[in-house]
């Protein structure tokens, strides 16, 4: 059972939470990531590594309220435990020689964003972090990213704070006018990730999306998170969970994780209506 020391909410739908998990803080890299369960009846899924303090032994996470098991974990309180809490898992991402990178990260996926350019930030690297969110009542870590960004800028759908417009906007202007990169990493919604890796992709940057497709173990046995990487299979937990933008098959790994929503959404109605009967 791993403990839950602290629980804050970020907006009205993201949460983020310390577990006390010492072996698992130990190893953990910016890049990496954790399978829980809330109780020994639920599923397995998948959560970005979005911190961790290895002297207090613990690993924090960071997630958006969208489905049944999200609801649960949402539910719980600091000083309560969940069941399962296994990692680190993936593959790290690569800081190493980088000096100059723009890290473009777009809703919860900020979340996996700040960890990253906080790693490349402590290992010498220029950052500049183009963030974007669909309104103002969204925005999270905005001030994390400033603490380890040379340029930040943010962005929403709506023009309610910050510049109005997608993450592309701040990246194609600076692309034009002749701003060059090592590497852009992208992490965030599918759509979102596409299109940066289209606008990179004509100016041959080096482009890395982070991938969270479906995923059950998280050991390469399941094939449940395989994605085509340049015409090749690869699984997300094992090979990734980062991989080259320019190769990867966003319109594949998009109609894949549309697979099982509707029963995500009985899912989620079927933990309101325990919900409602157990207030009842």
């Not at 958006?64 to 790290?92: H, S």
């Not at 919860?108 to 669909?134: D, K, Q, W």
């Not at 041959?204 to 998170?225: E, F, L, V």
């Amino acid at each position: 059972m791993y403990k839950i020391l602290k629980k804050e909410y970020l907006n009205p739908t993201v949460v983020l939470m310390d577990i006390q998990a010492p072996f698992v803080a130990k190893k953990a890299l910016a890049g990496q990531f954790i399978i829980l369960r809330v109780d020994e009846n639920g599923e397995r899924i998948p959560l970005t590594v979005a911190g961790c303090d290895r002297e207090r032994g613990t690993v924090t996470i960071i997630f958006q309220i969208v489905g049944a098991t999200t609801m649960a974990l949402g539910e719980k309180q600091e000083g309560e435990f969940i069941q399962d809490f296994v990692g680190p898992l993936g593959r790290a991402t690569h800081v190493e020689g980088l000096k100059k990178v723009a890290v473009v990260g777009g809703g919860v996926g900020c979340a996996i964003a700040l960890p990253v350019a906080r790693s490349l930030h402590e290992h010498g690297c220029e950052v500049t972090s183009i963030v974007g969110f669909r309104n103002k009542d969204l925005v999270i870590l905005e001030e994390e990213f400033k603490a380890c960004s040379a340029r930040f800028f943010m962005m929403t759908d709506d023009g309610s704070y910050g510049e109005h417009g997608n993450v592309c906007v701040p990246l194609n202007r600076l692309l034009e006018a002749g701003e060059t990169f090592d590497e852009v990493i992208t992490i965030g919604p599918l759509v979102m990730m596409k299109f940066v890796a289209l606008a990179t992709k004509k100016y041959k940057i080096k482009t890395i999306a982070s991938m969270n497709p479906i995923m059950i173990d998280g050991t390469g046995m399941c094939g449940g998170c395989r994605l085509t990487v340049g015409g090749e299979t690869k699984f997300a937990c094992v090979d990734g969970p980062e991989f080259d933008a320019h190769l990867i098959d966003f319109d594949e790994a998009m109609k894949r994780s549309r697979t099982y929503a509707d029963f995500e959404q009985r899912a989620r109605e079927k933990h309101c209506r325990l919900m409602s009967q157990e207030v009842k």
